[in-house]
DNA sequence: TTCTTGACTTGGACTCTGTCCATCGTAGGA
DNA sequence: TCCTACGATGGACAGAGTCCAAGTCAAGAA
């Protein structure tokens, strides 16, 4: 965690109480949260904290590579700072939950040239969908 | 497409022309449009056609499994025709052009059982990025 | 340590996508 | 042809995200 805000400060991000908050909130495994969700447990360190604030700063964290943007479903993105690590999401069809998966294969190696219609393509998202013991 | 209607009208669906419009915008290879575009494609034909109505039709459409909801990006959801037939989508991150494509290999049996936290895991979606020829 | 300045934050307005609901219209069976 | 329940309408509303003008402050300079 610290490495990551050392390794923004090395890039030149200005650090900020807001950025930092934000960074500590994505901290852990499996963290697969909302724009929303971080909004309300940044707030609850650092009350003043802005929604444009946690937007833009996730913007920024997911374009200098280090957070995941995951479409789980049709509504709000979910975050994912398990970003050097190469995985993909098992969702919960009933109650949402995600969890990081290491499926066995590679799905990049296994689209033809033919069904690539000249496409340069550079990754592959694989999101499983079931329901987790809770649910079924 | 006929089929499409005959398969409808056997299940119940009573058929107005809205429905038929929805359905026939729907019609085709490669057809991933949002319910925006259903709605002005369909409107150029059915003027009086409302959103509210574009939107319960792809709503029932989904439910009847005749067309698939595709969330390719963080925006509009996109809609498929081709729901009876496995496949894949393979997007560009450019213009946000979407193919139907056909990997080789089964992503679902590619996730070990100790990857599936015990969740009884339905089905897999594979997204593919990259540049179409146009964008590159 | 204090000053300076440009990058960062704020909050409110706005856009886009989608849902809801009361009312009106009509497909299709009797 | 008539009836009526199912479907369509459009306007209000909600959720997610973006934009912007004005104020604030991190961190390098003096």
Redesign the interface.
């Known amino acids: 965690m610290s490495d990551l805000l050392e390794r923004l400060r090395a890039q030149g991000w200005r650090l900020t109480a807001q950025r930092r908050v934000v960074a500590e909130v994505l901290d852990g495994d499996h963290v697969h949260l909302t724009a929303e969700e971080v909004h309300a447990r940044a707030a609850a360190r650092l009350p003043e904290i802005s929604r444009a604030t946690v937007y833009n700063t996730l913007g920024e964290l997911v374009g200098l590579g280090e957070v995941l ?1 995951v ?1 789980t ?2 509504r709000a ?1 979910r975050y994912d700072p398990n970003a050097h690590q190469p995985h993909h999401h ?1 969702v ?2 009933g109650c949402g939950t995600v ?1 990081d ?5 590679d ?2 190696a ?3 040239p033919r ?19 809770s649910c ?1």
Chains 1, 2 share one sequence.
Do not use: M, N, W
């Open positions: 943007e479409a479903d049709g993105k098992l919960c069809s969890r998966v290491h499926p066995t294969g799905p990049l296994e689209l033809p069904e690539r219609y000249g496409f340069q393509v550079a990754e592959a998202e694989v999101i499983y969908r079931g329901l987790c013991p079924a």
